[in-house]
C-alpha cells in the first residue's frame, strides 16, 4: 500500500460524513411490517445522522421477477409514494430512481469481471431458488453484482437492510477488494451492514420470517379490513383464557414493536399472570398499528394526488446521485485502462 493509502486507511471517517445507501425493489407489493421495522425506519433515522443518505427504487432489480413495463412504472411510482409517506424527506435524503442513472450497469460489468462464479454459485437467493427447481434467468444469477454496484458507485459506507441481506453486502465488500488489489487502486469502499438485533428478522403472522413469499405478512398502508385479517390470522397456541400465556410467542413479538418498554413490561405481567386473551392483544395491536402508520398513510396520500410532484423530486435526486457516482466511476474506468486516458 502507497504511504497515502496508509494515512488514507487510519483515519476513520467521521460519522455523519459516512454515506448511507438502500433499495427497494418495486415488486408491486405493499409493504410490510418486516420492511418497515427491518428496514424503511432505519432509512427515516439515518437520514438525520448523516449528512448523505441515498435511498433508491431498484427497479433494474425487478426485472427478474416483474415482466411488464406499466407495471413496473406503477410499482416505482408506489415505492417513491412508501418512502415519502414513511418520512424520507428530499432535503435530507437524496431519492432517486436506479434506472435514471444507466452508469450503474457499467460498473456492474466491471465488478463482473472480478466475480468468481463460485462466490455466485453461493449465494442464498440463487440457491433457495435452485432447490425450489425453478427455471433461473442470468438476471437472477448475477443479482448480488449488480447490488454490489449500486452500494460502491456512491462510496457508501453503511447499508440499512433486514438480515437477509446482509450476505449481499458482504459479497460486495468481496468484489470492492479484488477490484482494488487488481487494478491497485482505492476507489471502492468497504460498505457495513446496518442491522438493528431486535428488528433483524420480523416475524410473520405464522411465526417464520415475515415475507411476502410466505403469505405471512401484515401490511402498513393496506386497507383496515385486510389488515385486521392479518392481524387476526396470527397463529397462537391454544392456551385457555384463564391461564398463563407463554410470552415467547409472535403474537407478542409484533405487539411489541408497537409498545414502549415498559407497556412491554406490563403486558408481559398480565400474560404471566393468567386472565389475558389472545384476542385481546391482537385487538390492541391492530388499534396501535392503525394509529402507528395513520400520519404516513395521510403524507403517502397527499403525494399520491401530486404525481408529477413526485417525479421532480426523482429527477432532483437524480443529479445529485450523479454527482457522487461520476467521479468514482471515472477513477474505475481510469484505474482500469477504460476509455481516454487521462493527462
Ligand atoms: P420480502 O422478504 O418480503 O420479499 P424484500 O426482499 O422486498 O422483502 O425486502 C426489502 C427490505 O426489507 C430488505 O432490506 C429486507 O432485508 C427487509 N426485510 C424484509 N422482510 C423482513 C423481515 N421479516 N424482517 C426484517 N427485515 C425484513
Ligand atoms: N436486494 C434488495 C432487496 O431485495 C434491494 C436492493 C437492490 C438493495 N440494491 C440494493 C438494498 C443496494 C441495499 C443496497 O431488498
Redesign the pocket.
Known amino acids: 500500500m502507497s504511504k497515502k493509502k496508509q494515512e488514507e486507511a487510519a483515519e476513520p471517517i467521521p460519522k455523519r460524513q459516512q454515506i448511507v ?5 418495486p415488486t408491486g407489493e405493499n409493504l410490510h411490517l418486516g ?1 418497515y421495522f427491518g ?1 424503511l425506519r432505519q432509512f427515516v433515522s439515518l437520514q438525520d445522522q448523516h449528512d448523505t443518505a441515498l435511498y ?1 427504487i ?1 427497479d433494474y ?1 425487478s426485472m427478474t421477477s416483474v415482466r411488464n413495463g406499466e407495471e413496473r412504472r406503477n410499482n416505482s411510482l408506489n415505492v417513491a409514494l412508501d418512502y415519502l409517506g414513511a418520512g424520507l424527506d428530499p432535503a435530507r435524503a437524496i431519492l432517486f430512481r ?1 434506472s435514471d442513472l444507466p452508469e450503474v450497469t457499467e460498473l456492474t460489468w466491471m465488478l463482473s469481471s472480478v466475480t468468481g462464479m463460485g462466490l455466485l454459485e453461493r449465494a442464498h ?1 440463487y440457491k433457495a431458488a435452485m432447490d425450489k427447481g425453478e427455471e433461473i434467468d442470468h438476471g437472477t444469477f448475477t ?1 448480488p453484482v ?3 454496484a ?2 460502491l458507485l456512491y462510496g ?1 459506507h453503511l ?4 438480515k ?2 446482509k450476505q ?2 458482504e459479497m ?1 465488500r468481496d468484489m470492492a477488494t479484488r477490484f482494488n488489489n487488481y487494478y491497485d487502486t482505492d476507489v471502492l469502499v468497504l460498505p457495513e451492514p446496518y442491522i438493528l438485533e431486535d428488528t433483524a428478522t420480523v416475524p410473520g403472522t405464522d411465526g417464520r420470517k415475515m415475507s411476502k413469499s410466505y403469505g405471512n405478512t401484515i401490511s402498513m398502508f393496506g386497507g383496515k379490513k385486510q389488515i385486521k385479517k392479518a392481524v387476526m390470522g396470527i397463529v397462537t397456541d391454544s392456551t385457555p383464557v384463564e391461564e398463563p400465556k407463554d410470552t415467547n410467542q409472535n403474537v407478542f413479538d409484533i405487539w411489541s414493536l408497537f409498545a414502549t418498554e415498559s407497556e412491554r413490561e406490563e403486558m408481559f405481567a398480565r400474560a404471566a399472570a393468567g386472565g389475558l386473551g389472545y384476542g385481546d392483544v391482537k385487538k390492541d395491536l391492530l388499534a396501535r398499528l392503525m394509529d402507528y402508520f395513520e400520519p404516513m398513510r395521510a403524507r403517502r396520500d397527499q403525494f399520491a394526488e401530486k404525481p408529477a410532484e413526485v417525479e421532480e423530486i426523482l429527477r432532483d435526486g437524480v443529479e445529485r446521485a450523479r454527482a457522487l457516482a461520476m467521479p468514482i466511476l471515472e477513477r474505475c474506468r481510469e484505474a482500469a485502462g477504460l476509455g481516454v486516458p487521462h493527462a
Open positions: 445507501l438502500s433499495g427497494t425493489k420492511n428496514a433508491f431498484a432489480h436506479q437467493a443479482y449488480l447490488m454490489a449500486d452500494i457508501s447499508v440499512p437492510v433486514g437477509d441481506q449481499h453486502i460486495a
